[in-house]
């Protein structure tokens, strides 16, 4: 499986984006899916992840409230839909395939995309 993210930028802060993960050569409608992203300087720290039915999801509690995740399998791809968001929220944002189970450690997960970056300014 192969992932490419899109959709980050540079917006204000309060200013929305909505983040894509679609997979080629394979499909994720069978995967668990988590976004994780990295700050300059910083280790990758765990957003969210989606079960593979779209019912089940969880947060990072600094952007519970703010960042929706959801999925659409017949289109192979995941969405991060972020409000509110914050300079502390500039990072890249990665999508990653979890084969077997979700979890917020980035070593669950069996493939990675690239990153998108999104950069929130003051």
């Known amino acids: 499986v192969q992932l490419q993210a899109s959709g980050g930028g540079l917006v204000q802060a309060g200013d929305s984006l909505t983040l894509s993960c679609t997979a080629s050569r394979g499909t994720i409608s069978t995967s668990d899916m988590g976004w994780f992203r990295q700050a300059p300087g910083k280790e990758r720290e765990f957003v969210s992840a989606i079960g593979k039915s779209g019912v089940s999801w969880y947060y990072a509690d600094s952007v519970k409230g703010r960042f929706t995740v959801s999925r659409d399998n017949a289109q192979n791809t995941v969405y991060l839909q972020m409000n509110s968001l914050k300079p502390e929220d500039t990072a890249i944002y990665y999508c990653?395939?979890?084969?077997?189970?979700?979890?917020?450690?980035?070593?669950?997960?069996?493939?990675w995309g690239p990153g998108t970056q999104v950069t929130v300014s003051s």
């Open positions: 990653a395939v979890a084969i077997y189970s979700m979890s917020n450690q980035p070593g669950t997960y069996d493939y």
